[in-house]
């Protein structure tokens, strides 16, 4: 299985991005999906969660900013990033909790996309 995650780039402040992480393989089904982020000197945080039922979660620094939403379709989870500020400056991960064909689960990580917010 491999996500593969793409969107970021540059940016000014106020401005928006959507990140977009697409899973592929041997995928039975995809549980919970997840956005993290990592700043430089900084851990790894979570941003976002999507459940399978679309409840979502947000960490606070980015409620009402961000929108996380998914394709199960397309296997898919996207992060809609408005009103960005410099602070919103980090690579972004995406997260899967897979189902594979053998009915056991596991998690993926994808690359990482650098979004970075400045004037």
């Known amino acids: 299985v491999q996500l593969q995650a793409s969107g970021g780039g540059l940016v000014q402040p106020g401005g928006s991005l959507r990140l977009s992480c697409a899973a592929s393989?041997?995928?039975?089904?995809?549980?919970?999906m997840y956005w993290f982020r990592q700043a430089p000197g900084n851990q790894r945080e979570l941003v976002a969660d999507?459940?399978?039922?679309?409840?979502?979660g947000y960490v606070d620094s980015v409620k009402g900013r961000f929108t996380i939403s998914r394709d199960d379709a397309k296997n898919t989870v996207y992060l809609q990033m408005n009103s960005l500020k410099p602070e919103d400056t980090a690579v972004y991960y995406c997260?899967?909790?897979?189902?594979?064909?053998?009915?056991?689960?596991?998690?993926?990580w994808g690359q990482g996309t650098l979004v970075t917010v400045s004037s």
């Open positions: 997260r899967a909790g897979v189902v594979l064909t053998n009915m056991h689960e596991y998690n993926y």
């Open positions: 393989g041997d995928i039975y089904r995809i549980n919970g």
């Open positions: 999507i459940t399978t039922a679309g409840i979502t």
